[in-house]
């Protein structure tokens, strides 16, 4: 069986070669890199929701260079510390897949993971996430919309995606944990004093919410020396400032070959409540 369930009916999908299969007869093919499409077209609020391909190419080429390899293994002790034996583990927001596959691999190692999934808007982010964990499922769905069963899940990853708290305490298990990435204040920080006139700290809260308690708040932090202007490209590409970055920003941006820039995270590690 699989950890989704069908988005039309609910009912558990079983996992075949090329395609997720509902009791009702409801079939999902799986891509040639074996993620799905779980995504209606009533959920559906654009024709290629979230990343595009050269946003997720940019995410990927500088994960993939360890430049955040701090945030995942912190993330991987915390899931190991908190993980219950054959747990069932979701992404949500999953991206391309890197704090995905090393949570799979540091919870494989020890026995404490049965399943797990990711779930993204972006289809080319999963054909990267695809492809770098094959025991994972990944599907093409909304955190807003999970195709998951209530109470399905042990843990929960949410890195840098949308705050779906309804959703995450209907998957959630009563004592399951929930795991939440932020930027912290001066994330970035070099960055956006090269973008922007007047660069500004981001905010740090710690929100107690319905439904969960707080059992730690956990910061990470590092220095990144990036070499070069591709390196440097990469990580403005996959950020929120790609957006909206005023042009002459921009063009400050462009003209640097080096940059040395601070990347702090604030863990916030929640217990999902009884009942």
């Given at each position: 069986?699989?950890?989704?369930c069908?988005p ?10 090329k395609?997720?299969v ?7 093919d ?5 993620y799905?499409?779980l995504?209606?077209?009533n959920?559906k ?28 293994e ?6 190991l510390?908190?993980?219950p ?34 779930v993204?808007?972006s ?15 990944f599907?093409v ?5 999970l195709p ?30 929930y795991l ?17 006139e ?5 905010k ?10 707080y059992?730690?708040?956990?910061p ?8 070069d202007r591709?390196?440097i490209?990469?990580?403005?590409s ?19 070959d080096r ?17």
């Amino acid at each position: 069986m699989s950890l989704f369930c069908c988005p039309l009916c609910a009912a558990p999908l079983t996992r075949t070669e090329k395609t997720y299969v509902c009791p009702k007869g409801h079939s999902f093919d799986r891509s040639r890199e074996g993620y799905v499409h779980l995504l209606p077209a009533n959920q559906k609020h654009a024709k290629d929701p979230g990343d595009d391909k050269a946003m997720a190419a940019a995410r990927n080429r500088f994960l993939s260079g360890g430049w955040y390899a701090p945030l995942r293994e912190t993330l991987c002790r915390l899931a190991l510390t908190y993980a219950p034996s054959r747990a069932a583990v979701l992404d949500a927001g999953c991206g391309d897949g890197y704090y995905t596959a090393g949570l799979y691999a540091a919870l494989a190692g020890t026995g404490q993971v049965e399943q797990m999934a990711g779930v993204d808007l972006s289809k080319p982010s999963l054909r990267w996430a695809a492809r770098r964990e094959k025991a994972v499922e990944f599907a093409v769905a909304s955190v807003y919309h999970l195709p998951l069963a209530d109470r399905s899940v042990d843990l929960l990853l949410n890195c840098f995606s949308p705050l779906a708290l309804d959703e995450f305490r209907r998957v959630l298990r009563p004592g399951g944990v929930y795991l939440y990435v932020v930027p912290a204040a001066r994330h970035l920080w070099e960055l956006k004093e090269v973008l922007y006139e007047q660069p500004y700290l981001n905010k740090e809260e710690d929100i107690p919410y319905e439904g969960f308690s707080y059992l730690e708040v956990v910061p990470v932090e590092t220095v990144l020396e990036l070499p070069d202007r591709d390196a440097i490209r990469d990580l403005f590409s996959m950020t929120p400032y790609r957006w909206k970055t005023p042009k002459a920003g921009a063009a400050r941006l462009e003209e640097l070959d080096r940059l040395r820039v601070t990347a702090a995270f604030r863990i916030h590690v929640f217990r999902r409540d009884p009942g």
